[in-house]
Nanobody, 128 residues
């Protein structure tokens, strides 16, 4: 059974930092694209960041570029999202996703395609 499990969410003050983790099981953690998404109440799901199998030339949404950093540790079957300088606008449920079927194209300016596997999400709340 394929499982993606997010962790690391929580309550943080504006200007603070959090690191989210996404651990994958049931799939060989090899060179397929992965991504982070978020959804705030009343808003559509937003594509936050995507990382190709190489780990290089990741994509970032304009709203997070320069503040968030995505990475992956193949030895640990885990993808991370380091979030810094958080604002209340970053409050959302954050989801990770995996594309072992290689349907997603990731370059630094684009993340296009559908991810086949999703985690259950972790809540991030930025508030004073």
């Amino acid at each position: 059974e394929v499982q993606l499990v997010e962790s690391g969410g929580g309550l943080v003050q504006p200007g603070g930092s959090l690191r989210l983790s996404c651990t994958v099981s049931g799939l060989n953690f090899i060179n397929y694209p992965m991504g982070w998404f978020r959804q705030a109440p009343g808003k559509e799901r937003e594509r936050v960041s995507c990382i190709p199998g190489s780990g290089e030339d990741a994509y970032y949404a304009a709203s997070v570029k320069g503040r968030f950093t995505v990475s992956r540790d193949k030895a640990k079957n885990t993808m991370y999202l380091q979030m810094s300088n958080l604002t209340p606008e970053d409050t959302a449920v954050y989801y990770c996703a995996a594309d072992p079927d290689y349907q997603v194209l990731v370059v630094d300016t684009m993340c296009s395609g559908n991810f086949g596997y999703w985690g259950q999400g972790t809540q991030v709340t930025v508030s004073s």
